[in-house]
C-alpha cells in the first residue's frame, strides 16, 4: 500500500514539474515573440542624398519611424542630436533606408582614397594650371608629365662633359591614384559654380571658378616612382593629366626641340594625317 501511494505521489510531482517547464518554455517563447515585434524608433531615408552630404543635410533627409526591434540593426541611428557634427555620408543613401552609423564617416576621411597595398603617397605642390585647373579630386587617376630643361653633362653620362642635355618632355607615368587634394583653405570653394552674366537665370552661361594658389596632390605611387616625382620636383617641372581608364597610352615618347613640331600620334580611331 505505501508503495501505491508513494509511486502516486512520485507520478504528481513530475507531471507537476513537466506541467511547471511546459508553461515556462511556452511563455518564454512568447516573450521572445513579443519582444521581436515589439516596435521601436529609428530614422528612415526620405529623399536621395548624395555621399558627402553635410550632417545637416542627412537629418534634412530623413525621418522618424518605427520598425520591430528585431529587424533594427545595432548600429540604426536612434537620436540625430548625438550625431557628431563634422560627419558626412560615406556612400549615396537611398530612399527606403534605414540610417546606420556606419554609413556616416567624418569629412577628413572621405578626401583620402585608399592607397593600394605596397604603395607609397607623395605629395606635390602645383600651381592649378599644372593639375588640371584645380579639379583634380581623391579617387582620381591622372597621367604625370615630366619636364627638363637643359643638364650640363658629366663625365661618363654620354655626350662630351661641358656639353648640355636637350630640353626633354615626357608622358612618364600613367593611371596613377590620386588620394587627396588639399587647397589653401580660403579657396576650399573655389571650385563652385558662378554665374556668368545671364539674366535668363537659366545657368547657360556658367563658367567654373578655379583656385588661383597652389595646390597640394597627394599621389599613390611605387618607390621608383616615387624617385622619379621626387627629381622632377627638385629639378624640373610637373605636369598632372586628368587619365581615365579608358585613356590611351600608346605613342608616347620623350619629347626634344627637334621633335616637338614633328607629327603627333593620331587620336584612336582617327587616321594619321
Known amino acids: 500500500m505505501n508503495r501505491k501511494i508513494t509511486g502516486?505521489?512520485?507520478a504528481i510531482v513530475l507531471a507537476a514539474v513537466g506541467t511547471f517547464a511546459l508553461v515556462g518554455y511556452v511563455q518564454s517563447a512568447k516573450d521572445e515573440a513579443v519582444a521581436g515585434e515589439r516596435q521601436v524608433e529609428a530614422y528612415v531615408v526620405r529623399t536621395a542624398t548624395a555621399k558627402g552630404?553635410?550632417?545637416d543635410q542627412v537629418r534634412d533627409a530623413v525621418e522618424k519611424t518605427e520598425v520591430p526591434a528585431k529587424v533594427r540593426p545595432e548600429d540604426a541611428v536612434t537620436d540625430l542630436d548625438e550625431l557628431d557634427e563634422g560627419l558626412v555620408a560615406a556612400v549615396d543613401l537611398a530612399p527606403g533606408e534605414l540610417l546606420l552609423r556606419s554609413r556616416l564617416i567624418q569629412a577628413e576621411d572621405l578626401a583620402r582614397a585608399q592607397v593600394p597595398d605596397g604603395m607609397q603617397e607623395l605629395t606635390v605642390a602645383l600651381e592649378p594650371e599644372r593639375a588640371v585647373g584645380g579639379s583634380l579630386r581623391a579617387g582620381d587617376t591622372v597621367g604625370a608629365v615630366l619636364s627638363f630643361e637643359?643638364?650640363?653633362r658629366q663625365d661618363g653620362q654620354g655626350g662630351d662633359a661641358g656639353e648640355q642635355t636637350p630640353n626633354m618632355t615626357h608622358l612618364t607615368f600613367h593611371k596613377v591614384l590620386v588620394?587627396?587634394?588639399q587647397f589653401d583653405e580660403?579657396?576650399?570653394e573655389a571650385s563652385t559654380s558662378i554665374g556668368g552674366g545671364n539674366d535668363s537665370g537659366d545657368g547657360d552661361d556658367e563658367?567654373?571658378?578655379a583656385p588661383s594658389k597652389r595646390l597640394l596632390v597627394t599621389?599613390?605611387?611605387t618607390s621608383p616612382q616615387v624617385e622619379q616625382l621626387v627629381f622632377a620636383a627638385e629639378f624640373g617641372h610637373i605636369?598632372?593629366?586628368a587619365e581615365n581608364a579608358q585613356a590611351d597610352e600608346s605613342g608616347t615618347r620623350v619629347v626634344t626641340l627637334g621633335e616637338v613640331f614633328g607629327p603627333a600620334a593620331a587620336p584612336i580611331g582617327v587616321p594619321q594625317q
Open 8 to 10: 502516486v505521489i512520485v
Open 53 to 55: 552630404a553635410t550632417v
Open 150 to 152: 637643359p643638364f650640363d
Open 179 to 181: 588620394t587627396s587634394v
Open 186 to 188: 580660403n579657396e576650399a
Open 207 to 209: 563658367v567654373e571658378r
Open 219 to 221: 599621389l599613390a605611387l
Open 239 to 241: 605636369w598632372l593629366t
